[in-house]
């Protein structure tokens, strides 16, 4: 972890770009007994099952069939929200039959009208609460650390100090304006993010669940929310898009390589375990993933800490499985953890599958200058500043999504 943080230290974001790649790139299109995949029936026969399979073996581990005994409450609902820029409609979704049990809660923005519309739908970090200052979100439960006690863990409804402080990662206001909803979803609500959480988590709901992951149960949880949207008939069933940043990032690719019912995917910053090429060695190891975050993957991917070069998948694979749906990846250029070059490398690499498929990739294959996105079937910038969501990006996802949706209208 130490010598990690010292490489990032030193290292500069034009340095980075002339890092070479430590091991093979993997090939999505070499099935497992080393023959190629030369025609797209091949690719969704078998060379598609065996990259989920590896996933599921080595990375996330294999989601449970069934949905558990889910109830959907009754929503509340502001028909004129934000003054009259929206409705607002707010829904509790219980996992199990008891009212104790996991849940989660939905926070739906739909611009005004009886029209069908496109919806992105994303987990946040901090809360439903934080991503619009709007006072009529429900304040959720949120956990924190004792300030007396480090160590301990505590779940209290969140502070009304917190109403808005993540709203410009979500930009409500643009996104309606531009004739699209979002749904978002505290994460926390699926599984608490930090070691020791497992008790509290929806995979409690399912046999093993040590077997599984963090990051394989918060996708779950969006594909639960789309269940939900999807009754809703506000929304046009086939254009829903997910967003995910960072480690939501991850589980956002995780959850639309399962469920093909997802119409757009936004990769913003996923980084290594996500988008990016893990074994290019540089940025963050899958030695810090395992040893800061042991819950995120599972057991398996333990295997590899040490011996990246072992892991039989990588980012570009990933990305891969959302062919042949528009793929939006992002970067940022302060952002080396991430290793942008990294990101950019594996979707260029999973434009094959898309080529394959009748689509085009990005186009490229040098990395564009810092705030020039490329925009084809799969998208990407790197976009100057941090590790954030910015309303740059959101920019650019509008116009990717109007690239992809509005000629299905």
């Known amino acids: 972890m130490v010598r990690f943080a010292v490489i990032l230290a030193l290292t500069t974001f034009a340095q980075a770009q002339n890092l070479t790649y430590n091991h093979p790139v993997p090939d999505p299109l070499t099935l497992a007994d080393g023959q190629p995949v030369k025609d797209a029936a091949t690719w969704t026969t078998k060379r598609r099952p065996e990259l989920m399979a590896l996933f599921e073996d080595k990375v996330y581990g294999k989601t449970p069939s069934g949905h558990t005994d889910i109830r959907v409450m009754p929503p509340l609902v502001d028909l004129k929200a934000l003054k009259g820029k929206a409705v ?5 979704i219980y996992f199990s039959d008891r009212n104790d049990g996991p849940l989660m809660q939905v926070l739906l923005y739909l611009p005004p009208g009886n029209t069908k519309v496109p919806v992105f739908v994303g987990l946040n970090f901090n809360g439903n609460q934080t991503v619009n200052a709007d006072p009529g979100i429900l304040m959720n439960e949120v956990w ?5 006690d480090p160590k301990k863990r505590l779940h209290l409804q969140a502070d009304e100090r917190t109403r808005g402080t993540n709203a410009a990662a979500w930009q409500v206001e643009k996104i ?3 004739g699209y909803g979002l749904a978002s979803i505290y994460y926390y609500d699926i599984e608490p993010d930090f070691v020791g959480g497992l008790p509290m988590s929806a995979r409690m709901l399912f046999p093993e669940p040590e077997k599984w992951s963090a990051l394989g149960v918060w996708a779950w949880g969006l594909s639960r929310a789309l269940d939900h949207l999807l009754t809703d008939s506000r929304i ?18 995780w959850a639309a390589a399962q469920d093909t019912r997802f119409s757009l995917v936004i990769s913003n910053e996923s980084g290594k375990g996500g988008a990016s090429l893990l074994k ?16 995120w993957f599972n057991p398996a991917y333990k295997e590899f800490t040490g011996h990246p070069e072992k892991l039989p998948v990588d980012g570009n694979e990933l990305l891969a499985l959302i062919a042949p749906r528009p793929l939006y990846v992002a970067s940022a250029a302060e952002d080396l953890g991430s290793d942008p070059k990294g990101e950019f490398l594996s979707a260029v690499n999973a434009g094959r599958v898309y080529g394959l498929l009748g689509r085009k990739g ?13 925009m084809h079937d799969i998208g990407y910038h790197v976009r100057s500043g941090k590790h954030d ?20 209208r």
Request: aromatic letters at 8%; a negative charge.
């Open 144 to 148: 924190s650390t004792d300030e007396l």
């Open 389 to 408: 969501v910015t309303e740059f990006d959101w920019d650019q996802y509008l116009t990717f999504a109007d690239m992809h949706w509005r000629e299905k």
């Open 280 to 295: 290019r060695g540089f940025g963050e190891t899958i030695d810090h993933l395992n040893g800061a975050f042991p819950h």
């Open 176 to 178: 309606l304006a531009h």
């Open 362 to 374: 990005l186009g490229i294959t040098q990395m564009p200058m810092v705030d020039q996105p490329v």
């Open 88 to 92: 607002r409609k707010q829904v509790t």
């Open 236 to 253: 046009d069933p086939k254009r829903i898009g997910l967003i995910g940043h960072s480690r939501l990032g991850k589980a956002a690719l």
